[in-house]
């Protein structure tokens, strides 16, 4: 068990990747806190596994964050093991289209909600000698994507906060690194017209949507002791839909 007696926080456990995560972590022996806006999603996750509990959040109240994470570190005796940054939204439109409450929403929760609760963890962090964090971005954030424009912003703004929180977290050996799926079987990319569906699918040289346990197994592996000597980095879990140069 690569995560026996460890303590994770984790948002977006009501379903999906979030889901499949919390699921993943908690069979290898962690505790997961679970914290989410949909109480009734995060209970059926919670029935699933044994050593899943449910904090309330809602990550564009300031408010609620910081009461999730004096929560969660009371919870967890002040000493959080892991930070797993899986929840966000949005809503496929031009972006001509996009109301400034739309943008406002999708960087509230993409974005500044998982900023906000990283702050408020980060302390403790540093005063436990260490802990690892693990942002799920997008290969949006990567490479664009059609009609996720301000989605595509916000996680751009994940993957350099990444990248700048993992040199100064160094010093105090806090791994922080980040996952970008492509296209996953997950209700928000149901949401989206079958005709772009289509043709992402084509388009995936594996001809197949990342199941949200592809995608939770990049997670294990950034939360896990295998990765000790990894951070600041970026890792794509596209069926090869994008790749680095």
């Known amino acids: 068990m690569q995560l026996k007696y460890k303590t994770v926080v984790l948002t977006g456990g009501a379903s999906g990747i979030g889901r499949a995560t919390a699921l993943m972590l908690a069979k290898e022996g962690a505790r997961i806190l ?94 436990a000698g260490g802990g690892k964090i693990v942002f799920v971005a997008s290969d949006a954030g990567r490479v664009g994507s059609l009609g996720e424009t301000p989605y595509s912003a ?46 992402l699918l084509r388009a995936i040289p594996f001809r197949r949507l990342a199941r949200p346990e592809d995608i939770a197994g990049a997670v294990l592996y950034f939360a896990g002791p295998t990765s000790d000597y990894v951070t600041g980095q970026v890792l794509s879990v596209s069926g090869g839909l994008t790749m680095a140069g």
């Open 154 to 199: 916000a996680k751009a703004g994940i993957i350099g906060f990444t990248k700048s929180l993992a040199r100064e977290g160094a010093r105090h050996k806090i791994n922080v690194n980040c996952v970008c799926p492509g296209p996953t079987d997950t209700p928000l990319f149901h949401a989206n017209p079958e005709r772009m569906r289509e043709a």
């Open 34 to 127: 679970l914290c989410d806006m949909n109480r009734a999603g995060a209970e059926e996750t919670i029935g699933m596994a044994a050593g899943i509990e449910f904090i309330p959040l809602e990550l564009t109240d300031s408010a609620s964050v910081d009461g999730c994470a004096k929560e969660a570190l009371a919870r967890a005796g002040g000493k959080i093991d892991v930070l797993v940054n899986v929840a966000g939204w949005d809503r496929t439109q031009p972006f001509v289209d996009a109301t400034q409450e739309f943008i406002d929403k999708v960087i509230g929760i993409n974005l500044l909600g998982p900023v906000r609760l990283t702050r408020a963890v980060f302390p403790a962090m540093i005063a």
